[in-house]
């Protein structure tokens, strides 16, 4: 499966759940799927989308979306490793956690990450979050469907390919793009 493979399965099945993602090519691609309000495009903050996820998760916790998503990338969740501990404490029931391991540092050319060498998703289990390996297109669709009304904090790790697709950057001010998110959220709960 490729990224955007994989982005493409998550966004049709979450088209309006808030979804926050992870900086460089996930980003873009995401953008390049389906440019949405939904969206928290989390750019150049590496380490950060899993902790702006359990904040929002749990504050989102009395509204009407069914999960929040985090899109994590392998060498991100790993800088940010400790998350799941609070995750696991915290217990967001409407945190799903995506992290799409591709193996490597692939927005700063492929160098490997930690992530062969452990098991993701058995760290989360230690930590109390339901968690699961996604292969293919088939499992990911079926997993995405089961998570819409299993109880959080889920992690799924999504076995993805190398490839970064070719897209357009992702150039907008932060600002403006947390704006546009916070505003959607806002609407949801009037
Ligand atoms: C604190 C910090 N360190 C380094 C970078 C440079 N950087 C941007 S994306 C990236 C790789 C991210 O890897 P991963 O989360 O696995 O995503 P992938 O590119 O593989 O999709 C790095 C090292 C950064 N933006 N911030
Ligand atoms: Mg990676």
């Known amino acids: 499966m490729t990224r ?13 759940e808030p979804i926050v993602v992870t900086l460089g090519a996930t980003a873009r691609e995401l953008a390049a799927v389906a440019r949405s309000d939904n969206h928290l495009y989390v750019l150049d903050s590496m380490g950060l989308p899993t902790a702006i996820g359990l904040g929002l ?10 999960k929040c998503l985090v899109i994590e990338g392998d060498g991100s969740l790993l800088m940010g490793f ?9 217990k967001p029931a409407k945190l799903l956690l995506l992290v799409l391991d591709n193996g490597i ?3 700063t050319g492929g160098q490997k990450t930690a992530s062969a060498a452990i098991d993701v998703s058995a760290v989360a289990r230690g930590c109390g979050i339901d968690a699961a ?12 469907d089961r998570c819409r ?3 959080g904090p889920i992690l799924l790790r999504v076995r993805i390919g190398p490839e970064n ?9 932060p600002v ?7 505003r959607y959220l806002a609407a949801q709960r009037r």
Do not use: N, W
Request: hydrophobic residues 45%; charged residues 25%; negative net charge.
């Open 82 to 90: 400790s998350t799941l501990a609070t995750i696991g404490l915290l």
């Open 133 to 144: 390996d996604v292969d293919d297109a088939q499992s990911l669709a079926r997993e995405l």
């Open 105 to 107: 540092y692939a927005a």
């Open 57 to 66: 998760s749990l504050g989102l916790d009395d509204s009407p979306f069914e």
């Open 4 to 16: 955007l493979e994989a982005l493409e399965a998550i966004v049709a099945a979450y088209p309006r």
């Open 165 to 173: 697709a070719k897209v357009p950057y992702l150039l907008e001010d």
């Open 176 to 182: 403006i793009l947390g704006e546009t998110f916070r």
């Open 149 to 151: 009304t299993a109880p």
